[in-house]
């Protein structure tokens, strides 16, 4: 079992300098540029939704104004031919109905242009934010090679020493036991009891369990499922 818990103890630095690389500055603004490319590409995807309404307001606007074009044509026939007293009063509110139309459906049609101008003014200062956090991604990334590399022979180091160890160990069974939970994200493996508590999770443990450890000596976590270790 000793030679288990040293095993663990250089998996565990083994650990602590890939944790190294994963918090280390660049690791962090890394996973930030990726929250910004993300919300980026959500952004042009958005941009785009309302370029598509504005497409399809353009084409209704059109087909609005198609109508009115028609409205006016029946206007001047109603003009040249049938104009009298008796009708005059009518044709000249059709006529004034359909300008406040018409002036109405060309302050819709410029309002989806401004929108349409705004679109593409954002699209352009999106997509040059995204190319400079592209960029920066580069030189992140090449620093994140960088600790990679530096913490490397430590880990294959640590490596070597756990090789040398694993012939010396005698109870195979618990060091399979421990290769599995740790393949499986468990670790540490082999905790100490701390007190009433588990020495991974800090979970309480149950009287009986405590007396049943005593006998065993060893008993897994009901709550992590950590092999709990009545001597250290
Ligand atoms: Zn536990």
């Known amino acids: 079992m000793k030679t288990i818990l040293e095993i663990q103890k250089l998996d565990r630095q083994i650990r602590?300098?890939?944790?190294?690389v994963e918090t280390c500055p660049a690791s962090v603004d890394f996973e930030k540029y990726k929250k910004v490319l993300q919300s980026g590409r959500?952004?042009?995807n958005q941009l785009e939704n309302q370029a598509n309404e504005i497409i399809k307001n353009f084409n209704l606007a059109n087909n609005h104004l198609s109508n009115y074009k028609g409205g006016s044509d029946i206007i001047k026939k109603k003009n040249t031919a049938n104009i009298n007293l008796d009708n005059i009063s009518s044709l000249i509110s059709d006529a004034n109905a359909l300008l406040g139309d018409l002036s109405e459906e060309n302050r819709r049609v410029e309002d989806l242009v401004r929108k349409s101008e705004e679109i593409v003014r954002k699209s352009a200062e999106l997509s040059q934010k995204l190319t400079e956090a592209k960029l920066r991604s580069k030189s992140i990334k090449a620093k994140i090679e960088q600790k990679k590399q530096?913490?490397?022979?430590k880990i294959v180091e640590l490596q070597k020493k756990i090789a040398a160890l694993e012939p010396k160990v005698q109870d195979k069974e618990k060091y399979e036991k421990y290769i599995e939970m740790k393949q499986k994200g468990i670790f540490p493996v082999?905790?100490?009891l701390v007190d009433v508590f588990c020495g991974g999770c800090s979970v309480e443990l149950p009287l009986n369990f405590i007396e049943k450890l005593k006998t065993k000596k060893m008993l897994p976590c009901e709550h992590c499922g950590r092999i709990i270790m009545l001597d250290k």
């Open 190 to 192: 082999y905790v100490p």
């Open 16 to 20: 602590a300098l890939e944790r190294e």
């Open 42 to 44: 959500d952004r042009f």
């Open 150 to 153: 530096e913490v490397a022979p």
